[in-house]
T-cell receptor
Framework: DAGITQSPRYKITETGRQVTLMCHQT?????MFWYRQDLGHGLRLIYY???????DKGEVPDGYVVSRSKTENFPLTLESATRSQTSVYFC?????????????FGPGTRLTVL | RKEVEQDPGPFNVPEGATVAFNCTYS??????FFWYRQDCRKEPKLLMS???SGNEDGRFTAQLNRASQYISLLIRDSKLSDSATYLC????????FGAGTTVTVRA
């Protein structure tokens, strides 16, 4: 059971480039989330999705785009990467349709923007 | 005021000690609370859910105080393997998280 996976695990890119982080879950969970984690800030919600084709902004959405054409995938795109987007990105999912709001996290993507 | 506030620590305790810390929240309508454990910037992993008056799982006890709007985590008989950062989370379908409390258990 793969659970929730993220790719790439590590990424170095340059300012201005477009970068897409992938998230895939095998549980058919309805909700999926993207967080970034920076020292001193904890986890901050970027975007979330309640189901395929339903997405909404979180606390820090500027500079990011998401889509969810299939229940199992929730890619996050940085349209034009900036140094301030250097961070660790975590994807998570929860089975709210199944009656629990517990979130399960992927292993994370460490992104460095030079 | 941030929705969730957490004592960052660090708490440095000897093996076998008891350590406890809190997480305060500002929204009295909060329905669900969680404690997650995070090791060395790896992914957070669910430690305990706190839905009503409290939860106990082995050496870990989580409590919810709605009147004072905080949750707490108590670790008894600390082990070296308990060294980690503990994140509190609050919400319903989407969660807010504290910045984490770092616990270091020394031999």
């Amino acid at each position: 059971d793969a659970g929730i996976t993220q790719s790439p695990r590590y990424k170095i890119t340059e300012t201005g480039r477009q970068v897409t982080l992938m998230c895939h879950q095998t549980w058919s969970h309805s909700y999926m989330f993207w967080y970034r984690q920076d020292l001193g800030h904890g986890l901050r919600l970027i975007y979330y999705s309640a189901a395929a084709d339903i997405t909404d902004k979180g606390e820090v959405p500027d500079g990011y785009v998401v889509s969810r054409s299939k229940t199992e995938n929730f890619p996050l795109t940085l349209e034009s990467a900036t140094r301030s987007q250097t961070s660790v990105y975590f994807c998570a999912s929860s089975d709210l349709a199944g009656g629990t709001d517990t979130q399960y996290f992927g292993p994370g993507t460490r992104l460095t923007v030079l | 005021r941030k929705e969730v506030e957490q004592d960052p620590g660090p708490f440095n305790v000897p093996e076998g000690a008891t350590v406890a810390f809190n997480c305060t929240y500002s929204n009295s309508a909060s329905q669900s609370f969680f404690w997650y454990r995070q090791d060395c910037r790896k992914e957070p992993k669910l430690l305990m859910s706190v839905y009503s008056s409290g939860n106990e799982d082995g050496r870990f006890t989580a409590q919810l105080n709605r009147a004072s709007q905080y949750i707490s985590l108590l670790i008894r008989d600390s082990k070296l393997s308990d060294s980690a950062t503990y994140l509190c989370g609050w919400g319903d379908y989407k969660l807010s998280f504290g910045a984490g409390t770092t616990v270091t258990v020394r031999a």
